[in-house]
């Protein structure tokens, strides 16, 4: 069974930059994708980042481009999400979750395991 465990959620003024990490258990980390995904209230969980297996390759979605990175060690079996310039529009709660294989995906079906989810909060 693996195990993802989020954290670095918080609550941040519109402007600044939060770091998200993702802890994964479990081997060969590095054989699959992960993801970040979001769900504010009343609305659809969206991806906001993924990244390979061997972190070559990643994705954003449009509106995350240039603000997020999303990054990982596969030493360290963590993937991380840095968010800079947060608008009050980015407060949702951020998923990570693990890919079916090694390449990213961009819908929830393309992602076996999930965290529990940690806060984000972005105050205007």
């Known amino acids: 069974q693996v195990q993802l465990v989020e954290s670095g959620g918080g609550l941040v003024q519109a402007g600044e930059s939060l770091r998200l990490s993702c802890a994964a258990s479990?081997?060969?980390?590095?054989?699959?994708?992960m993801g970040w995904f979001r769900q504010a209230p009343g609305k659809e969980r969206d991806i906001v980042a993924a990244?390979?297996?061997?972190?070559?390759?990643?994705y954003y979605a449009n509106s995350m481009k240039g603000r997020f990175t999303i990054s990982r060690d596969n030493a360290r079996n963590t993937v991380y999400l840095q968010m800079n310039s947060l608008k009050p529009e980015d407060t949702a709660v951020y998923y990570c979750?693990?890919?079916?294989?090694?390449?990213?995906?961009?819908?929830?079906?393309?992602?076996?395991?999930w965290g529990q989810g940690t806060q984000v909060t972005v105050s205007s």
């Open positions: 990244i390979s297996g061997n972190g070559r390759s990643t």
């Open positions: 979750a693990r890919g079916r294989g090694p390449f990213p995906g961009t819908s929830q079906i393309a992602y076996d395991y």
């Open positions: 479990g081997r060969t980390f590095s054989n699959y994708a």
